[in-house]
């Protein structure tokens, strides 16, 4: 981006970490592989990372235009309605596996994308989305009606203690103050209710690596999260019991089949490989040592 429209796209940079408010943040990376290149702050004190100075409310909103669901944008969510039937074995066992816990009522999904968790949660919960993106967000509204909210956390008439399991699946990496999202989530969940994180945790040995070349340095992610970043967080905004899950809350068959969604030769199998390997690593860690980035968190409003 030219340097004459910066005041368009960005605020004014923040002084304070927006986790712990402390003074002590210092830049930690230029991300320059990107068209819109940005800044990203660490924070001594809390470890905390964030895009600094912050994109503008309209430049966020302008990212998740069409070219980014249709995989045509630098920074791309792969388009799910490409993937519904192998994205499927993946909903189907998170589903499964937040019925160990709790297994009906009502079942929201902040960041619901074209809805395929909710249509696979609605075999047995009662479905509820929220959905910045106006392209996005007009298929699962077409199937859940005014279930489906287009806006935000802070904008929506969800009414408090009503959903059994909030969702937020590689939602909060996006959000410029998570820390009122979980708040907000505490406030609407049932007592003994079920929060799910997906997002990256940025202390693994894979960020850590890679530096500013980790893909998930991104112009649409602010915030970068370690696992104790988070389990913070979230006991702060209330919850009491957190169990986290490495690197997700199922097994490799489902990312397996998933995976088979691009697959143009018997050949792609050999991706199998990556794959396995990846979710076998991903099970290497010891206090707040992973070596892979991928994590889920399960945190529950007990009162
Ligand atoms: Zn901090």
């Known amino acids: 981006m030219s340097s004459h429209n910066q005041s368009e796209i960005f605020n004014i940079?923040?002084?304070?970490?927006?986790?712990?408010?402390?003074?002590?943040?210092?830049?930690?990376?230029?991300?320059?592989?990107?068209?819109?290149?940005?800044?990203?702050?660490?924070?001594?004190?809390?470890?905390?990372?964030?895009?600094?100075p912050r994109l503008k409310d309209r430049a966020m909103i302008d990212l998740y235009s069409e070219n980014y669901y249709t995989g045509n944008a630098e920074y791309s969510y792969y388009d799910e309605r490409q993937a519904l039937k192998h994205s499927e074995y993946v909903w189907k066992k998170r589903v499964k596996k937040i019925r160990q816990y709790t297994d009906s009522g009502n079942?929201?999904?902040?960041?619901?994308?074209?809805?395929?968790?909710?249509?696979?949660?609605?075999?047995?919960?009662?479905?509820?989305?929220?959905?910045?993106?106006?392209?996005?967000?007009?298929?699962?509204?077409?199937?859940?009606?005014?279930?489906?909210?287009?806006?935000?956390?802070?904008?929506?008439?969800?009414?408090?203690?009503?959903?059994?399991?909030?969702?937020?699946?590689?939602?909060?990496?996006?959000?410029?103050?998570?820390a009122a999202a979980v708040s907000e989530c505490f406030r609407l969940l049932k007592n003994n209710g079920l929060l799910v994180i997906q997002t990256a945790n940025m202390d693994a040995l894979q960020a850590k690596l890679l530096k500013d070349k980790y893909a998930y340095y991104m112009p649409g992610h602010v915030s970068y999260f370690s696992k104790s970043n988070l389990v913070d967080m979230l006991q702060r905004a209330g919850f009491k019991k957190i169990k986290i899950f490495y690197p997700v809350e199922f097994g490799l068959l489902p990312k397996l089949l998933k995976s088979r969604y691009q697959f143009k030769s018997g050949f792609d199998y050999l991706r199998w490989v990556r794959i396995a390997y990846y979710h076998y690593i991903s099970k290497i860690r010891f206090g707040n040592f992973a070596a892979t980035s991928s994590m889920v968190v399960y945190a529950f409003k007990k009162e």
Do not use: W
Not at 20 to 29: A, E, G, P, T, V
Not at 113 to 140: C, Q, R, V
Not at 155 to 178: G, R, Y
């Open 107 to 178: 079942f929201l999904d902040v960041g619901c994308a074209f809805g395929g968790l909710l249509k696979t949660a609605s075999d047995y919960f009662t479905p509820f989305g929220i959905e910045l993106s106006k392209y996005s967000g007009k298929y699962p509204k077409s199937l859940f009606g005014d279930n489906i909210h287009i806006g935000s956390l802070a904008d929506h008439s969800f009414k408090a203690d009503f959903f059994s399991v909030i969702t937020m699946i590689e939602l909060i990496e996006h959000l410029a103050d998570p």
């Open 13 to 52: 940079a923040q002084l304070t970490c927006p986790l712990c408010r402390s003074k002590n943040i210092k830049l930690h990376y230029n991300i320059k592989k990107y068209t819109l290149q940005f800044k990203v702050d660490k924070c001594a004190d809390c470890g905390f990372i964030f895009m600094n």
